[in-house]
């Protein structure tokens, strides 16, 4: 699916992208992305014709999705380098005495 063709189901969905994307539990900047690449991922694409559907008959897919307590994903070992660096510091203060 092209990125015009996903801007238009968000359209017949009655939803914006960064209000799709909290629903969803994706980072907007992600589905941003998808302009440059100029196409959207095959579970976006599915994700979004079936709101679109289920607007057009008159089914809130936003009470539905809210009920499933979607996460959002979290980067995994973010800052462990960063926590190292700080442990060295503390211990090299603490060596020298400067705690």
Known sequence: MTFIEFKKLLLDSDITIPKFSKLIKVSEKNLQAYKKKG???????????????????NVDYRLIINKLDLKAKTKKGAGFS??????????????LGKI
């Open 39 to 57: 196409e959207v991922p095959n579970t976006i694409a599915v994700i979004i014709t079936c709101f679109a559907q289920m607007n057009k008959n």
């Open 82 to 95: 960063k926590l190292e660096k700080m442990e060295e510091i503390k211990e090299k203060e603490l060596t």
